[in-house]
């Protein structure tokens, strides 16, 4: 049935759905890397698309940005219209050192400031990780595209602008590999609905040199993490 968020009708979603922040970005991603694509939802401005790709039924659905809103249209695809696996694709800041603009993240765990997870299993700080069939999948799609990716934590805040100081240095120190708003609810939602989750992120900012990817560059990169998650979603 259609849910407050979601106006598709049952069996409109495919098992696998990607999602982007940006709704915009699905509506690209159905159009060029969709066969049939057809418009499943728009409800808030949240386009969905359901389409195929080599034969085989894929969806894509922004999912907006934080992790409130992730927590939302997650819950609701896994658990009302029987979506199995969500592949994230979005974006990140950069944390290590040897790291470079365009470089795709495979994000193992997700840390996080937010309190979003804490009622779920009460007195334990729940640290949600990703699905490893899809993780694994994903790093040998990689591998066979020849394309190069790190493989390892992010780190899921509730503020974009907010000074902290300390905060991504230390971090940094611990292994983590970048930072964006959605991963750690999108892997908390998965572990509660018994379902499979997995975020593929392009750097496009580094958090300690004033770096950044143009817009046009910043398309090219995501296409690369994109590849990635249909082949995982396959998997």
Same mark, same amino acid.
Do not use: C
């Given at each position: @049935?259609?849910?407050?968020?979601?106006?598709?009708?049952?069996g409109?979603?495919?098992?696998?759905?990607?999602?982007?922040?940006?709704?915009?970005?699905? &509506?690209?991603?159905?159009?060029?890397? +969709?066969?049939?694509?057809?418009?499943?939802?728009?409800? *808030?401005g @949240?386009?969905?698309?359901?389409?195929?790709?080599? $034969?085989r039924? =894929?969806?894509?659905m922004?999912?907006?940005? $934080?992790?409130?809103? @992730?927590? =939302?249209?997650?819950?609701?695809?896994? *658990?009302?219209?029987?979506?199995?696996?969500?592949?994230r694709?979005?974006? %990140?800041?950069?944390?290590?050192?040897?790291?470079?603009? $365009?470089?795709?993240?495979?994000?193992?765990?997700? #840390?996080?400031?937010s309190?979003?997870?804490?009622?779920?299993?009460? $007195?334990? &700080?729940?640290?949600?990780?990703? %699905?490893?069939?899809?993780?694994?999948?994903?790093?040998?799609?990689?591998? *066979?595209?020849?394309?190069?990716?790190?493989?390892?934590?992010?780190? %899921?805040?509730d503020? +974009?602008?907010?000074? &902290?100081?300390?905060? #991504?240095?230390?971090?940094?120190?611990?292994?983590?590999?970048?930072?964006?708003?959605?991963?750690?609810?999108?892997?908390?939602?998965?572990?509660?609905?018994?379902?499979?989750?997995?975020?593929v992120?392009?750097?496009?900012? #580094? @958090? +300690?040199?004033?770096?950044?990817?143009?817009?046009?560059?910043?398309?090219?990169?995501f296409?690369?993490?994109?590849?990635?998650?249909?082949?995982?979603? +396959?998997?």
């Amino acid at each position: @049935m259609p849910t407050a968020h979601n106006s598709a009708a049952p069996g409109d979603y495919a098992s696998a759905v990607l999602m982007p922040g940006d709704p915009r970005r699905a &509506r690209r991603i159905a159009e060029t890397l +969709f066969d049939d694509a057809r418009l499943v939802n728009e409800v *808030r401005g @949240m386009e969905a698309y359901t389409g195929t790709v080599g $034969g085989r039924p =894929i969806s894509v659905m922004g999912s907006g940005m $934080g992790l409130p809103t @992730m927590t =939302i249209y997650a819950t609701e695809l896994y *658990r009302e219209y029987g979506v199995r696996r969500i592949i994230r694709v979005g974006t %990140s800041g950069g944390y290590q050192d040897d790291m470079s603009l $365009g470089d795709v993240i495979i994000a193992t765990a997700a #840390h996080t400031d937010s309190a979003i997870n804490d009622p779920r299993i009460p $007195g334990v &700080r729940f640290a949600p990780a990703a %699905s490893y069939p899809l993780l694994r999948a994903a790093a040998d799609a990689a591998d *066979r595209a020849g394309t190069t990716v790190r493989v390892g934590p992010v780190y %899921s805040s509730d503020h +974009f602008y907010l000074a &902290r100081p300390g905060l #991504h240095e230390g971090l940094r120190d611990h292994g983590v590999l970048g930072v964006d708003m959605e991963t750690a609810a999108l892997y908390a939602v998965a572990a509660a609905e018994g379902r499979e989750a997995l975020t593929v992120l392009t750097v496009t900012d #580094h @958090m +300690f040199r004033d770096e950044a990817l143009p817009p046009e560059d910043r398309e090219n990169g995501f296409a690369a993490a994109a590849a990635i998650a249909i082949e995982a979603a +396959f998997s």
